[in-house]
């Protein structure tokens, strides 16, 4: 089955604490993105890697981090977690961008709370 | 990409169509209208999309104006389980593309019995 996995789906941390949230997707796709959802704001993209080892910045990237070693994982990396980065994220796959009809799938969301 | 307008809430009988409008005023030529939805807090999940042609799937239909400056979504027998935030989405290709899928407030339908 076509899908992209994340994990944990819930985790409850400290500030300052490292942590990674995990993302893999089984469709060989080149394109990878995360999003956080927070109410209010909607779906604001965080970081996006057009291939491995390509990654660039989205809207919000501050306090994170991203590796992209492999085509199938992108990681989310929040070195020194802060309150403010307590949300809903969500991360997403599609084949390249730059070609016409492109949809994204998109993982099951994690949801972080940074005490 | 252009920006897109959509009523906040919507109300369906349960077996009835949801017609759901978008307008997207500034759309250019070569932008396609995607849909998504959202279940609650779950990943949005791509429902379809169109250049200027009217298009049907499984999901659903899209119907697009003939100058595409607005799009209906139509779910032809709602369910319960169709409630969700719908979100239109109005998309460029080529190879400045950075794939980021802009979502606005969308539209939140809710599906009664």
């Known amino acids: 089955e076509a899908q992209v996995t994340q994990n944990p789906r819930y985790l409850i941390t400290v500030t300052g604490k490292k942590l990674t949230v995990t993302c893999s997707q089984n469709?060989?796709?080149?394109?990878m993105s995360w999003y956080r959802q927070d109410p209010g704001l909607g779906l604001r993209q965080i970081y996006y890697?057009?291939?491995?080892?390509?990654?660039d910045k989205g809207d919000v990237p501050e306090g994170y981090k991203v590796s992209r070693k492999e085509k199938r994982n992108f990681p989310l990396i929040l070195e020194s977690p802060s309150p403010n980065q307590t949300s809903l994220y969500f991360c997403?796959?599609?084949?390249?961008?730059?070609?016409?009809?492109?949809?994204?799938?998109f993982g099951p969301g994690t949801r972080l709370t940074v005490l | 990409d252009a920006k897109t307008t959509q009523p906040p809430s919507m109300d369906c009988a349960e077996g009835r169509a949801a017609n759901l409008p978008c307008n997207h005023s500034?759309?250019?030529?070569?932008?396609?209208v995607y849909w998504y939805r959202q279940i609650h807090s779950q990943g949005p999940q791509y429902i379809i999309h169109?250049?200027?042609n009217n298009e049907t799937n499984e999901m659903a239909s899209l119907i697009i104006t003939e100058d595409r400056k607005s799009s209906t979504l139509i779910l032809p027998h709602a369910t319960l389980r169709d409630t969700a935030v719908y979100y239109c989405?109005?998309?460029?290709?080529?190879?400045?593309?950075?794939?980021?899928?802009?979502f606005g407030q969308g539209t939140t339908l809710q599906v009664k019995p």
């Open positions: 997403a796959s599609s084949l390249y961008p730059g070609i016409a009809y492109n949809e994204q799938f």
């Open positions: 169109g250049l200027k």
């Open positions: 890697s057009m291939n491995v080892e390509v990654t």
């Open positions: 469709m060989n796709h080149e394109y």
């Open positions: 500034t759309i250019s030529g070569n932008e396609y």
């Open positions: 989405i109005v998309r460029g290709h080529g190879s400045s593309n950075t794939g980021k899928l802009i």
